[in-house]
């Protein structure tokens, strides 16, 4: 790399800003992300998903980058260090996701639709019960309901006992953030495998109906089962990924509809439009922008003069295609009647999100609910003024504030 990178900002405030400069840029282009380290940022669509794709672009960081040292960079432990379907190249990725995915197949996931909505139908039970206690008080909805809507359903799915659920939920969702001090970033890091551990030893003092402890008994017919690390791994991997996109996914719709009456009411009006709903929220507000990370094993030639080198980092931009005016005309403009909407939301080839199926009925079920039990639903604040999540990858706020108005 000759370009001096550019040094991604970590505050959340510049994320979309700064993905347009860098599409408009080249095929890919240096950045520095956090501890001095350079990678190639990709956020052209077309280049992304040729990348995904391509047999000298690798997952596995063990075996394809030459620099790679166990903990070195406690940030990027979940993405990097980690050993699961997440963190490895076939065939070591589908045995990992062949162990996860059967709990995770379109019947089973549609099988929990009574779930979701016994969970959705209780957060707003409370927030009902709040309003009328405190009428016109502000509530944080993202803590209130966008945040706990997909965690418990995950926490739920994997068995995570309540007493455990405060600390590894707090843990996973500040796995995400790239403003952390060095310091801060080991103690998340350590916290992280801490409530791993707990519950794993949970699980094998008590199993239980829960895939926790299906996982502790995964098999394959060879008698291939996880080991410990893996164990650890996927379970850090599908209880952190398995929440934060879909609160994302709430959070930006519940503004985007305040923002767009008109279109709130046409999804109010005919059900199906819900699903319009929530893919071009993803697309105009991708959950996560950058996701390390990726290793080149051979020269790739990009052309416009831009060669990624054997050996060097690679960060797929996955939200920068969604806002990319070739790709999506007027790509500010939320629009649910979007025609031949494009994003990569939910990435693409053989790593494409297990969980995307989860996220959208977990939004499908908790929008049409929160508008239709509170009508007079409106932010508290400024959009303008809302806190973004301080990162590079994830892209939420921090916190939502709504008056609420009474309930249904």
Not at 150 to 161: A, E, M, N, Y
Not at 201 to 225: F, H, I, N, W, Y
Not at 318 to 333: I, S, V, Y
Request: hydrophobic share 45%; aromatic share 6%; with cysteine.
């Amino acid at each position: 790399m000759t370009v001096a990178p550019a040094v991604l900002d970590t505050t959340g405030l510049l994320m979309y800003e700064q993905a347009d400069k860098l599409r408009a840029a080249g095929p890919a282009v240096p950045v520095e992300m956090l501890d001095g380290l350079v990678a190639w940022s990709v956020s052209r669509g077309d280049v992304a998903k040729r990348l995904l794709v391509h047999p000298d672009v690798s997952k596995d960081a063990r075996r394809s980058w030459p620099d790679y040292r166990p903990g070195a960079y406690p940030w990027l432990t979940a993405w990097v260090d980690v050993v699961s379907m997440f963190t490895s190249d076939d065939p070591d990725h589908k045995r990992l996701k062949d162990l996860v995915a059967r709990a995770f197949t379109p019947r089973r996931i549609e099988a929990m639709r009574p779930a979701v909505e016994a969970i959705v139908t209780d957060l707003l039970d409370g927030l009902a019960a709040r309003e009328a206690g405190a009428p016109g008080q502000a509530v944080d909805l993202r803590s209130a309901f966008s945040f706990p809507v997909p965690t418990r359903v995950i926490c739920d799915l994997f068995g995570v006992p309540a007493e455990q659920r405060p600390k590894m939920l707090s843990v996973m969702d500040s796995v995400l953030d790239t403003s952390s001090s060095p310091e801060r970033a080991a103690q998340i890091r350590d916290d992280m495998f801490a409530v791993m551990h707990t519950l794993i030893a949970t699980k094998r003092a008590e199993p239980g109906d829960d895939m926790t402890s299906v996982l502790l008994d995964a098999r394959e017919e060879d008698g291939d089962r996880l080991s410990e690390e893996e164990l650890i791994s996927t379970l850090i991997l599908m209880i952190g990924a398995g929440s934060e996109t879909a609160v994302s996914m709430i959070d930006h719709a519940v503004v985007e509809l305040l923002a767009n009456p008109g279109q709130l009411a046409a999804a109010l009006a005919d059900p199906a439009r819900w699903d319009d709903v929530v893919e071009e929220t993803i697309r105009k507000h991708p959950p996560i922008m950058h996701l390390p990370l990726r290793y080149a094993t051979a020269d790739i030639d990009l052309g416009e003069g831009v060669t990624i080198r054997k050996g060097d980092l690679v960060l797929i931009a996955f939200g920068a295609h969604g806002r990319d005016p070739e790709a999506n005309p007027e790509p500010d403009r939320f629009d649910i009647d979007r025609a031949d909407r494009q994003h990569l939301a939910f990435g693409h080839g053989i790593h494409f999100c297990l969980g995307a199926p989860l996220a959208r009925l977990e939004g499908r079920v908790a929008l049409p609910a929160l508008f239709t039990r509170f009508p007079e639903l409106r932010l508290a604040t400024r959009v303008e003024d809302l806190p973004p999540q301080p990162s590079f990858m994830g892209n939420d706020y921090r916190e939502l504030p709504v008056l609420l108005g009474p309930a249904r």
